[in-house]
């Protein structure tokens, strides 16, 4: 059981190109996120979904894009990177039974993204 | 807009010492709220969740509070260790789940051996 599993670990670009972050699950888990953390921000929610075909902005949306074509896997799009993206960005998933163990949230360890 | 705020920061403890971490926020109004754990450079690992309808949750040394109408949950870690040295964020769900949390801040702590 591995969890949520994101790629790449670690990932530099020039401004003005566009990467994607991926993210994948194998809980079977309804709910995924991406969150950037940034010094001092604390974590900020991207992008969610509460199922497939299903996603909604969180707090800091400019700039990224997501889709969730199956349940498994969550892809966050970079479309023009800019040194505003500089982040450890994070993916995780949550179920959504009614007993607190399905709520909890799991987290992937994390994408470091740096843009020169 | 709901808030989440940590307070302290950073805090330092000798080993042994019992010891709270506190966490307010602003709309009552939560599905659920989170602590967790983050190790420096790792990602984060959930140590509670307390339903709205919960006063606390136990694990081990950690126990963590819920008090809605006053917007405040504690973490209270018996008998510190130096693994204990992290740093802590709590996060609130709104009334709905959807896995969408906001988070504090964190405090980091250090326990000293």
């Known amino acids: 059981n591995a969890g949520v599993t994101q790629t790449p670990k670690f990932q530099v670009l020039k401004t003005g190109q566009s990467m994607t972050l991926q993210c994948a699950q194998d809980?079977?888990?309804?709910?995924m996120s991406w969150y950037r953390q940034d010094p001092g921000m604390g974590l900020r929610l991207i992008h969610y979904s509460v199922g497939a075909g299903i996603t909604d902005q969180g707090e800091v949306p400019n700039g990224y894009n997501v889709s969730r074509s199956t349940t498994e896997d969550f892809p966050l799009r970079l479309l023009s990177a800019a040194p505003s993206q500089t982040s450890v960005y994070f993916c995780?998933?949550?179920?959504?039974?009614?007993?607190?163990?399905?709520?909890?949230?799991?987290f992937g360890a994390g994408s470091r993204l740096t843009v020169l | 807009k709901q808030e989440v705020t940590q307070i302290p920061a950073a805090l330092s403890v000798p080993e042994g010492e019992n010891l709270v971490l506190n966490c307010s926020f602003t709309d009552s109004a939560i599905y659920n709220l989170q602590w967790f754990r983050q190790d420096p450079g790792k990602g984060l690992t959930s140590l509670l969740l307390i339903q709205s309808s919960q006063r606390e949750q136990t694990s081990g040394r950690l126990n963590a509070s819920l008090d809605k109408s006053s917007g405040r949950s504690t973490l209270y870690i018996a008998a510190s260790q130096p693994g204990d040295s992290a740093t802590y964020l709590c996060a609130v769900s709104g009334v709905r789940n959807t896995g969408k949390l906001i988070f504090g801040q964190g405090t980091t702590l250090q326990v000293k051996p």
């Open positions: 809980m079977n888990h309804e709910y």
């Open positions: 995780a998933s949550s179920g959504q039974g009614t007993d607190s163990g399905a709520n909890v949230l799991t």
